[in-house]
């Protein structure tokens, strides 16, 4: 199980250079959850790319029907009284800081392409090639 964030959402569902990468997270461990926040957000990643003209609105609207489908199940509630400690320790947004305080209240990895999370926490957040890595080692090892 891992906490995956709006970006690897984004980047599993929208076709990108990343795309592969979030592909692979997602055949290694496809058990994700995520905080019920991840709606709102993903929202304006397709809104984002409506206006740029990269996606049709009857494509985002699928689109998010898509990723409702596959994380729905996953969807849980964050402890509150941490999320603002971690923003005010870290200089993240209290946002990104759900996904955070998620990954180390269930003790599992946040998976995310943000440069500022991977910096600030570095216990908990993994880049995709990182959880990938990891992952494999995991694997050989339970060979």
Known sequence: MIVADTNLIA???????????????F????AWIVPRLW???FRNVLATHLRAGLVELEDAREIFKKAALILS???????????????????CSAYDCEFVALAEFHQVPLVTADK??????PGSARS???????????RRADA
């Open 11 to 25: 980047c599993f569902l929208l076709k990108g250079p990343a795309s592969s990468a979030a592909e692979s997270v």
């Open 27 to 30: 055949l290694a461990d496809p």
């Open 39 to 41: 709606r709102s957000e």
């Open 73 to 91: 199940s996953g969807e849980r509630d964050v402890p509150e009284d941490r999320i603002l400690g971690l923003a005010a320790e870290s200089g």
């Open 116 to 121: 500022k999370l991977l910096k600030a926490f």
């Open 128 to 138: 995709f090639e990182k959880f990938l890595e990891e992952n494999k080692r995991v």
